[in-house]
């Protein structure tokens, strides 16, 4: 099917391939019915973690982020319910003849389009604590006791206190696979005018990084231990970054390890 085709039926023959496939729904069903027009348009980068993917890494197209990895998922269906992605192998590129710089700017242009999202933690953080000190647990569960960060916690970027020593989540609107946020162009260095110097992420998941101002008082020590405390403790396996954090050199404007 071309680009002259229903969309829509192509995403549903895709779901139907993904559920009914039965060695690795997450990529070999879709091959069939997917082309090149529908990969291009729904192409989006997913940060991953080098050291724990080293097998996958070696089967499907990816780029490496200082010492992680950025791979390519195609989207399939996302609503409010439901999203399903199949990840791009080597194998597809080659089928469908799609060069890793078509792919490259297609998933750097649809994962823009998916939206940043800045989250005050700092604030989140003392709404939650106020609340529970009031006695008002109930309350304070509902809104901060489900696996997304409340909307209103979302700043602009140039709005943000980054210089007032607050820590930030950065991921996208969905709260899904975001971490690859940071690997978009201009968006640490927006970060960082706003901080008016250096910055120390925190690779907290898959699905997010935290960001705070760095100053020569932060201790490397410290700031990595705290990302090993949380792999061990709250992120999944398949879902840890690394084991340490990051600086952004705001003069050199890249990522280095912390």
């Known amino acids: 099917m071309g680009a002259e085709g229903n969309v829509d039926e192509l995403a549903e023959r895709i779901i139907h391939s993904l559920e009914h496939a039965e060695v690795d729904k997450a990529t070999v069903g879709a091959f069939d019915v997917m082309s090149k027009d529908y990969v291009l348009q729904n192409v989006v980068y997913r940060l991953i973690g080098q050291k724990t993917n080293a097998k996958l890494l070696k089967d499907c197209p990816h780029k ?20 399903m992605s199949f ?89 899904l696979n975001g971490a690859a946020m940071v690997a978009l162009p201009g968006v640490l260095k927006r970060i960082a005018d706003q901080a008016d110097g250096d910055l120390v992420v925190f690779p907290g998941s898959i699905h ?25 403790s709250t992120v999944r396996p398949d879902e840890i970054l690394s084991d340490h954090a990051y600086r952004y050199r705001r003069d050199l404007g890249m990522l280095t390890v912390l």
């Open 64 to 83: 490496t982020f200082c010492d992680m990895a950025l791979v390519y998922y195609v989207k399939v269906r996302e609503d409010k319910e439901n999203y």
């Open 87 to 175: 990840r791009i192998r080597n194998g597809h590129v080659d089928g469908l003849k799609i060069t890793l710089e078509e792919l490259d700017e297609a998933a750097v242009r649809n994962t823009t389009s998916e939206g940043i999202a800045f989250y005050n933690i700092a604030d989140m953080n003392r709404d939650m604590l106020l609340l529970q000190i009031a006695g008002k647990i109930e309350e304070s569960n509902a809104i901060f006791g489900g696996p997304r960060i409340p909307a209103k916690y979302d700043v602009p970027i140039e709005d943000a206190d980054i210089c007032g020593g607050r820590m930030y989540t950065l991921t996208n609107r969905r709260q």
């Open 208 to 232: 997010e990084v935290n960001i705070c101002k760095y100053t020569p008082q932060i201790s490397r020590a410290n700031c990595n231990q705290t990302v090993r405390e949380a792999n061990r």
